[in-house]
């Protein structure tokens, strides 16, 4: 059984900087993508931006500016820099495994953590 479990979030002030992680234990597939979602309260969950394998393609939201970097070590953890932080970014940020390639839609993606909360205060 597949888990995601994420990890670094916390309260930071505007223009700070937060490295989220997300560790994966169990089995994956040859073909499959990971990725970050936010939900900030009284919104629905919104993608920022995942990375496919094979190939290591990432991509992001339409409106993500060059804040915000995905990377992995390349086996099981998943990475979301997050510099320039503002108070908008507030959100619980979720990590999320898709069977799908380049999946955008959080209803793509078939396994989710428990999320971490990103608080940014003015």
């Known amino acids: 059984q597949l888990q995601l479990v994420e990890s670094g979030g916390g309260s930071v002030q505007t223009g700070g900087s937060l490295r989220l992680s997300c560790a994966a234990s169990?089995?994956?597939?040859?073909?499959?993508?990971m990725g970050w979602f936010r939900q900030a309260p009284g919104k629905q969950r919104e993608f920022v931006a995942a990375t496919s394998w094979p190939g290591n393609s990432s991509y992001y939201a339409d409106f993500m500016s060059d804040r915000f970097t995905i990377s992995s070590d390349g086996a099981n953890t998943l990475y979301l820099q997050m510099n320039t932080l503002k108070p908008e970014d507030t959100a619980v940020y979720y990590c999320?495994?898709?069977?799908?390639?380049?999946?955008?839609?959080?209803?793509?993606?078939?396994?989710w953590g428990q999320g971490t909360q990103v608080t940014v205060s003015s």
């Open positions: 999320a495994l898709s069977y799908t390639q380049l999946a955008r839609a959080a209803g793509a993606y078939n396994i």
């Open positions: 169990g089995r994956t597939f040859s073909w499959y993508t």
